[in-house]
């Protein structure tokens, strides 16, 4: 016991007992109340009133007007309401505040793409790509815009970048094949497509996304039975009308038709980031 005192006395010149400052104080308080501030508008975001949830986040923002973290909050909630001008706003000010954040430039770039400015989209996901040249994200979300700008070929291999990194990701393996069948290249299309959609996770999205390709291809008749998995009999034919319309399209417009429909507030056919569960090897 007195060994143990000993070396307890030893301790205490060494510790800190300057009280914090009155300024520490009140910053500690401030970033209390904005993180208290930041959880009651994630909760409101995920039961769905975005609109509120934006209202919160512009407080925090207002509250820390150093911090990115409310901008970036109220982009992608605005994204998810169709308010793209506003995600745009937000993001740009979050990156004036912090140029070097990743998820900012991605959410950017992902606004910029609903409004069909693929270009401008395309340099932020490398800057992303700069940042954080591991986050499969951002290799997904510039082949897409590359795909909208018609360069098929530098899309695909950011897709194949993507895959290197993140080999159990199936958007990235099915905005491949998309890109591959925009391409022409219908057999290489398939031959993905048709491995995803036999594994037991695959989803409805994944199916019609092959009937996509199989109608792009002209393979109606494949393309009515994968359809004919999930949907009802009419809506299957409404889609084969669909595909046949896109095949009469130039090559730009029917990639803007099936890339861009993100425009209109509709997910992309495997979505930039997509919420499906991943392709299991």
């Known amino acids: 016991?007195?060994?143990?005192?000993?070396?307890?006395?030893?301790?205490?010149?060494?510790?800190?007992?300057t009280p914090p400052?009155?300024?520490?104080?009140?910053?500690?308080?401030?970033?209390?109340?904005?993180?208290?501030?930041?959880?009651?508008?994630?909760?409101?975001?995920?039961?769905?009133?975005?609109?509120?949830?934006?209202?919160?986040?512009?407080r925090a923002a207002e509250m820390r007007p150093d911090s990115p973290d409310p901008l970036i909050a109220i982009g992608e909630t605005a994204g998810e309401l169709g308010a793209f001008p506003i995600a745009i706003d937000a993001y740009r000010r979050a990156i004036e505040l912090d140029a070097a954040n990743s998820r900012s430039r991605r959410g950017y770039g992902k606004a910029l793409i609903a409004l069909n400015r693929p270009q401008q989209a395309a340099a932020q996901f490398e800057a992303a790509i700069r940042i954080e040249p591991t986050d499969y994200r951002s290799y997904n979300a510039l082949g897409v815009a590359l795909d909208l700008l018609g360069k098929h070929e530098d899309a695909q291999q950011r897709y194949i970048d993507g895959i290197e990194i993140a080999p159990d990701k199936s958007s990235l393996q099915n905005n491949l094949a998309l890109s591959l069948a925009l391409a022409g290249d219908f057999d290489e299309a398939t031959r993905?497509?048709?491995?995803?959609?036999?594994?037991?996770?695959?989803?409805?999205?994944?199916?019609?996304?092959?009937?996509?390709?199989?109608?792009?291809?002209g393979?109606?008749?494949?393309?009515?039975?994968?359809?004919?998995?999930?949907?009802?009999?009419?809506?299957?034919?409404?889609?084969?009308?669909r595909y046949e319309s896109l095949r009469a399209?130039?090559?730009?417009e029917r990639t803007q038709a099936i890339f861009g429909n993100?425009?209109?507030?509709?997910p992309l056919p495997s979505d930039i980031e997509s919420k499906a569960p991943d392709k299991k090897k």
């Open 1 to 17: 016991m007195a060994a143990f005192g000993l070396v307890a006395m030893a301790m205490v010149p060494g510790c800190n007992l």
């Open 21 to 58: 400052s009155p300024e520490e104080l009140a910053e500690e308080d401030k970033a209390s109340r904005v993180n208290q501030v930041m959880r009651v508008a994630d909760t409101t975001r995920q039961g769905g009133d975005l609109k509120s949830a934006i209202t919160l986040y512009r």
């Open 192 to 217: 993905i497509l048709q491995e995803i959609v036999a594994d037991p996770m695959a989803t409805p999205q994944h199916r019609q996304n092959l009937a996509l390709v199989y109608g792009l291809a």
């Open 219 to 241: 393979r109606t008749k494949e393309a009515r039975a994968i359809g004919l998995a999930d949907l009802q009999k009419d809506e299957v034919e409404s889609n084969l009308a």
């Open 249 to 252: 399209l130039p090559a730009r």
């Open 262 to 266: 993100h425009a209109a507030g509709v």
